[in-house]
Nanobody, 121 residues
């Protein structure tokens, strides 16, 4: 599966963005979709994941209550709605696909190119 992330941008603290991940291929619904982020000088970290059917979602503690992950299998699309943004949310955000529900980057075999989110204070 090929992934393409979009929707990043520059936003003030407290603002919102909608990050999208478009997938190609007919097997999208068989993959867990995850979002990760990598800030300058830091390791890539887990943000959120959603099960194949969309019935289960998992979030990093740092984004719980502010970010919402969803998917539309008919449109081969995963979305990360990011609200109440903070300067520390500044990072390149990546979408990724895995056969299992996981928070580890090593279990995701397919990655999008990333989209930059910059939050100004």
């Amino acid at each position: 599966v090929q992934l393409q992330a979009s929707g990043g941008g520059l936003v003030q603290a407290g603002g919102s963005l909608r990050l999208s991940c478009a997938a190609s291929g007919r097997t999208f619904s068989s993959y867990v979709m995850g979002w990760f982020r990598q800030a300058p000088g830091k390791e890539r970290e887990f943000v959120a994941a959603i099960s194949q059917s969309g019935g289960r979602q998992y979030y990093a503690d740092s984004v719980k209550g502010r970010f919402t992950i969803s998917r539309d299998n008919a449109k081969n699309m995963a979305v990360l709605q990011v609200n109440s943004l903070k300067p520390e949310d500044t990072a390149v955000y990546y979408c990724a696909a895995s056969p299992v529900l996981a928070t580890s980057t090593g279990l995701y075999g397919y990655w999008g190119q990333g989209t930059l989110v910059t939050v100004s204070s």
